[in-house]
């Protein structure tokens, strides 16, 4: 056994102990403490995924200890490649989100300079910051679907008290929407697991995944599980038509935690999808996809045209989160190697770029207190560093080639188009119209930032200083992020491929051969 991941969810509840007692009016100290943590788990992650071997065992890192043996419950976990990149991708965003949050606990301060000051406290904040970087880690780890579903449903709690203890005007109502939502999809999974686990065929009852692969055979029960498993990981991605709750909690929570619910807690759908939905539940997740198809197709669309419309800064990029997991769920249940490969670098170049776009969103409101786009205008003469960086995620949003978010795009509609599954016909047109997007991308994103940054300057915007170096080096690693896996995505490509192999080799689908040149981008 390996001791990695333990310590890695260790690490931040421990952190997270001490932030708490820190006596009262040690705020400086526990934004320190909270920083030093994260970077000390991004540091344990980066030594752990060094000794990572593509090609070796599915699951790395394993450990395995009883947890409540007379119902086979363990506390199981191990990182396939897809496992780990997103486990990766948590632990590089929580130090930089920490660091972009530095003054988020002091209170929202709006347009007439009013103060809405938080319910909790500062140290609070960043004690919560640490306990949802250990339930992230623990639930891209989980190889017990019963510990899983116990991380799935345990990160709601920081969440929603850091959008409803620390958010904007309407915080309270967008964190028990966000709760409700997620709660019933959390119901029907639980359902759906405990299910599993009485009717599976196998000699020991367990929930562990990798025993439950193949243990469902008759087609009905696979698609009623299905069912329970894949609701409640379209809640949480989120898909039309059960997305409603994202805007409102990603307009309301602070920059910094809006970041992380839409850079890795909704990830956690798409990597259920993925994981769970198709390898659990083959012939079922084969029934289903073209239902689901026309869904994703509907979410890219959907999310899209309606982020033209916004006249709200973060609840637009929001709904381009709405289009770009429609683009996710689309490349899973394409059912190609090229396809899911896309999709699981999506999910990591995604959390890149929408974090980038939120923070620099997250600069520009807490300078003038306002999150519209018709309040701004001009940023660029007078801060052009936050204007610059600003652009640059932007861009990546709308998947400008160069940029991270282009190849997984590419590879998502290439592999779509050219699935072997269930007729090339249908999944053509899916990836046609898909297409699409990529000019509404455009729209919305070129729109808003001719908006802000462009033309005349706004007589508020006059008196705004350009981003400082707390905040440079806030934005600066997200921005050589994406470029640097715009030109060379082969890194995580040579981690995410062999663990997508296998999904495909236990849905028993046809491996596509373009998806062998594709990893040697």
Known sequence: MSPWLPILMAVPVVGAVVV?????????????????????????????AAGFRPGGDRFQFRAE????????VKFAVGVDGVALVLIA????????????????ADGVKTADGTLITPK???????????????????????????????FFEAMLIPMYFMIGSYGGAQRSYAAVKFLLYSLFGGLLMLVAVIGLYFVAKVDTRTFMFPELIGAIQD???????????????????????VHTWLPDAAAQAPAGAAVLLVG???????????????????????AFTMPIVVLAVISILYGAIVAIGQTDMKRLIAYTSI?????????????????????????VNHGFATGALFLAAGFLIARRGSPFIGDYGGVQKVAPVLAGFFLVAGLAGLSLPGLSSFVSEFMVMIGTYQSPAHGSGALTVAAVISALAVILAAVYILWMVQRAMNGPTAEPVKAFKDLNAREVLVLAPLV??????????KPLLDVITPSVKETVTNVKVPVSTIAEKGTGQ
């Open 480 to 489: 050589a992020l994406i470029i640097g896996f715009g030109f060379f995505p």
């Open 264 to 286: 890795v807690l909704d990830k956690v759908g798409t990597f259920g999808m993925l994981r769970f939905c198709l390898e659990l539940f083959p012939d079922a997740a084969k």
């Open 120 to 150: 909790r406290s500062v140290k609070t904040y960043f004690s919560l910051l640490l306990v949802l970087e250990a339930m992230m880690i623990g639930v891209f780890a989980a190889t017990d679907i019963f510990l899983f579903y116990v």
């Open 65 to 72: 200890y009883d947890w409540i043996p007379s119902f086979g």
């Open 219 to 241: 087609p009905t029960t696979q698609k009623w599980l299905f069912a329970g498993f894949f609701i409640a990981f379209a809640i949480k991605a989120p898909l039309w038509p």
């Open 323 to 347: 289009s770009h997991f429609g683009f996710i769920v689309l490349g899973v249940f394409a059912m190609s190697e090229i396809a899911q490969s896309g999709a699981a670098l999506y999910m």
């Open 20 to 48: 708490a007692l820190l006596p009262k009016g040690s705020d400086k100290l526990a934004k320190q403490v909270t920083l030093l943590v994260s970077l000390l788990v991004l540091v344990l992650t980066g030594v752990m």
């Open 89 to 104: 991708l948590s632990v590089v965003l929580v130090p930089i989100v920490v660091l972009a949050s530095w003054h988020d």
